[in-house]
Every structure is written in C-alpha cells, then in structure tokens.
C-alpha cells in the first residue's frame, strides 16, 4: 500500500503543480482539502481525472463517498487498490 500511497503523492504534486513539496513530506493521512494540503475544489477536479487516467477507475456520484475517497492519501489509495482488486476480479469471472 505504501507504494501505492507514494505514487498518488507523486501525482498530486506533479498534476496540481506543487513546485517545492516534495511527495514523502507529504503525510499520508493529513486532510487534503481545506486544512492540512489546502487543496481547493479545482484540484480536486484535476486530480479526480488524473487518478481516473492513470488508474482506470471510476468514481460513484455519492457525494459522502467522495468525500471519504478524498479525505486523505490513504483513503484514495484504499480506494484504487478496491477498484482495482473489483476490476481483477470482474476480468477472471468474464
């Protein structure tokens, strides 16, 4: 999971521009969005398409459920590697 966390690290900084924040500084389960990162809700839309992109998962229109996702790096990790666990297993059945 780790791995996974630091990835996303990586693409938040990348995706949204974070020139001077390097990925391991950023803490896993500090809040991305108004404390914490201080992300907005444009960044959230870049990052939303980004990890859609490089993941190939979706997102449900849940408004608390997306809120959970982005809680965190930690949460959005968990919720990759559940999509992706899903999507590996919706491919054997087929």
Partial sequence: MHDLELEIKQLIVTVLKLEGLRPAAIDSVEPLFIEGLGLDSIDALELGVAIR??????FDGVQEDLKRHFLNVRNLAEFVRSQQERSDGEAVTR
Avoid: C, F
């Fill in 53 to 58: 992109k490089k993941y190939r998962v979706t």
